[in-house]
């Protein structure tokens, strides 16, 4: 139904008709219709062929969907149409650093979405991690808390718990995890998280 709503919906405005689609199809990937959410996306691409926002959309949702190296391209596209785009860089790089793969590549595109946007705690928290998949603990320990006290996102949590725990600080870990999990009980990151350190 909310589909059908938004097929009727009319807008001249370009930016807004991009909004919708974003729309339709975060409710196709909710509703596990990937196959239908990324054709959608495909019959809109010459639309938007000169458009980095909905590269990086696309990009994400090939990511949701395992499709590691289309998400890749994506995410490429939408860089190389905005080479000021932080956040494109950022989940090009995280998206490397929580595989565990290309983490030489994976800073080198976290540095650049830091150095474009320092105070954002999503890319501190992407910097840190990857410090972390690289064995810098008090390195990774730095950014991640500089991204902690910014926002208490419960997935920041997750990161800081885990380093903390590689650090052999493992009460201040089950502290960070059960006071993030008291306010988000049903994050799905930390629950693993500290159920895979903590048994």
């Not at 499709?67 to 785009?85: G, H, Q």
């Not at 996102?153 to 870990?173: F, M, R, S, T, Y």
């Amino acid at each position: 139904q909310a589909i059908e709503y938004l097929d009727q919906y009319k807008s001249l405005d370009r930016q807004e008709k991009l909004k919708f689609l974003q729309l339709k199809t975060s409710f196709l990937y909710n509703d596990n219709q990937f196959l239908k959410a990324i054709d959608l996306m495909l019959s809109e691409e010459e639309k938007y062929s000169d458009s980095a926002e909905f590269y990086f959309d696309f990009g994400l949702l090939h990511e949701k969907n395992k499709d590691f190296d289309a998400m890749e391209s994506k995410l490429k596209k939408a860089i190389s149409l905005k080479p000021d785009y932080a956040i494109a860089y950022n989940a090009l790089g995280y998206s490397y650093a929580d595989r565990n793969v290309k983490l030489d590549d994976a800073k080198r595109y976290i540095e650049i979405a830091l150095s474009i946007e320092p105070q954002n705690h999503y890319i501190l928290d992407s910097m840190g991690w990857v410090h972390y998949r690289l064995g810098n603990y008090d390195i990774a320990y730095e950014f991640i808390t500089k991204a902690y006290s910014i926002q208490e996102d419960p997935e920041i949590a997750a990161h800081l718990g885990e380093v903390l725990w590689k650090q052999g600080k493992e009460n201040e870990a089950i502290s960070i995890w059960q006071g993030s999990l008291e306010r988000f009980p049903e994050n799905s990151i930390l629950i693993e998280t500290k159920n895979r350190l903590f048994q």
